[in-house]
T-cell receptor, first 108, second 115 residues
């Protein structure tokens, strides 16, 4: 499984945008980029995924570099409820393999 | 009921006990998974079931025995566990189409403590 690299932790102020980076220099042509997040005491939940083009949904936006070796998850206005561990995962098959993720702290 | 439901939410068991964790998905998915999350560690993929057939077993000790009787249900049978098996056990499901899985949905997990 292709590996991703994320910062261990990030901090944001409430109501401000957050940009969570992910490097995946060994991504293959068939790998999708998935983002999940895990709130305390819960299972992971889907945030967004993409292949080549930037993607938007009601939760977030995903910006994918032209060479696909990196991507950025964008939360447009962070709230306290967005405090979680955010996982960037590459998958082109039938499973998700999680790394350590980025702990996002949101300050009020 | 919607999504992925896991029972029980919490379980305390002795090392000589036998217990089972249950997972049920109401999404019509055709693939199911067991993950283990120990304290301060990333989620570890344990088993993958596709169309009720086990397609992956990531070197999990035999004291963990999965069972998938149909596409909606997944069990994890536990026996003679060790204290280091204490963890959050998460079930997930997805829709597998042409070798690619979509829409992974996770349950809230079973918090297992082995004493």
């Amino acid at each position: 499984d292709a590996k991703t690299t994320q910062p261990n932790s990030m901090e944001s102020n409430e109501e401000e945008p957050v940009h969570l980076p992910c490097n995946h220099s060994t991504i293959s042509g068939t790998d999708y980029i998935h983002w999940y997040r895990q709130l305390p005491s819960q299972g992971p939940e889907y945030v967004i995924h993409g292949l080549t083009s930037n993607v938007n949904n009601r939760m977030a936006s995903l910006a994918i570099a032209e060479d696909r070796k990196s991507s950025t998850l964008i939360l447009h206005r962070a709230t306290l409820r967005d405090a979680a561990v955010y996982y960037c995962i590459l998958s082109g098959g039938n499973k998700l393999v999680f790394g350590a993720g980025t702990i996002l702290r949101v300050k009020s | 009921e919607t999504g992925v439901t896991q029972t029980p939410r919490h379980l305390v068991m002795g090392m000589t006990n036998k217990k089972s964790l249950k997972c049920e998905q109401h999404l019509g998915h055709n693939a199911m998974y067991w993950y283990k999350q120990s304290a301060k560690k990333p989620l570890e993929l344990m088993f993958v079931y596709s169309l009720e057939e086990r397609v992956e077993n990531n070197s999990v000790p035999s004291r963990f025995s999965p069972e998938c009787p149909n596409s909606s249900h997944l069990f994890l049978h536990l026996h003679t566990l060790q204290p280091e098996d204490s963890a959050l056990y998460l079930c997930a499901s997805s829709q597998l189409v042409g070798g690619l899985s979509y829409g992974y949905t996770f349950g809230s997990g079973t918090r297992l403590t082995v004493v």
